[in-house]
């Protein structure tokens, strides 16, 4: 082997090197980014519901035979400026199983935001007559929102969950 000449395979333990600096670069942006930019929500006694869970579903079967139906609108009142909050108005319309207006009942409902924590809205809801119930509320911000309704009177209660879109 001459004096100016490398010897066979010098580089090998460079590639190693580099390829433990690739896994280990890799590793640090996963962990960076795992406990970074999580915004979502914890459930709270989950262990808890887990085992009320027959206890669930024998709700949804009462619920069921008693055979209401419910409809709920979100509405945004007005243009807000952006960036702010803004008023939303909520009725839900409760019917029976033959399609009447259930009224008389016992309201309430809570506004809650999927991916922040923190801004949760209970209300009560009043009976507008013809089995409408409402309120206005003031919401922190536009989007997603998850509804749930519960309703209570003589003959049972009901319980609506959904979705909702405020622009």
Known sequence: MNAGQRRPGWWYPHIFT?????????????????TSTFAGLETEGAYDKGLKYNQTLAAAEAQRTLGWTATAEVGAVGLPA???????????????????????????????????????????????GGGRYGATVDLPMPGQWDLRVDAAGAAGTYRLAKRVMLP
């Open 82 to 128: 952006p960036g702010a909050g803004r008023t939303a108005t909520l009725t839900v319309t409760l019917r029976d199983r033959h399609g009447g207006a259930l009224g008389g009942l016992e309201v309430q409902a809570v506004l809650t935001r999927p991916t922040n924590a923190g801004h949760d809205r209970e209300m009560r809801l009043e009976d507008l």
């Open 18 to 34: 580099a390829g433990f600096a690739v896994v280990i670069a890799v590793n640090a942006a996963l962990v960076y980014f795992a």
